[in-house]
């Protein structure tokens, strides 16, 4: 990612080490990753996938190749605005540059499989 911000700050801006970031591995299954929270974090994360599967028709799906990445974007897009707009809220994508700042970081990503989507 740090040669996408650059490329979008300018080359004239400083850019510092961080001591955290903020990921999920995706390397591992869900049981495993629910390993690694605490009991009510857990207890939280297994009540509200349960409550979304029973209210809503929800399908997780592995975006394997370039053409389903731009579809799978623009929905991310979509989903995340509406979220924030529900709660009288912009939503980071409605700032000027920050959609296609990401979906080119995200294409690259793709692209040098460093993406799961």
């Known amino acids: 990612?740090?040669?996408?911000?650059?490329r979008a700050i300018g080359e004239e801006h400083s850019l510092e080490v961080c001591s955290r970031s903020h990921y999920v591995d995706t390397d591992m299954d869900w049981k495993a990753r629910l390993r690694t929270v605490g009991k009510s974090m857990r207890y939280n994360l297994t009540r509200r996938v349960s409550n979304l599967f029973e209210e809503y028709d929800c399908r997780f799906h592995l975006i394997e190749n370039a053409d389903e990445l731009e579809p799978a974007m623009d929905a991310l897009v979509e989903l995340h605005q509406a979220r924030w707009q529900s709660k009288d809220e912009q939503g980071v994508f409605a700032l000027p540059g920050v959609e296609e700042f990401m979906k080119e970081a995200m294409r690259a990503s793709f692209?040098?499989?460093?993406l799961r989507l």
């Open 1 to 6: 990612m740090l040669l996408h911000f650059r």
């Open 111 to 114: 692209t040098e499989g460093r």
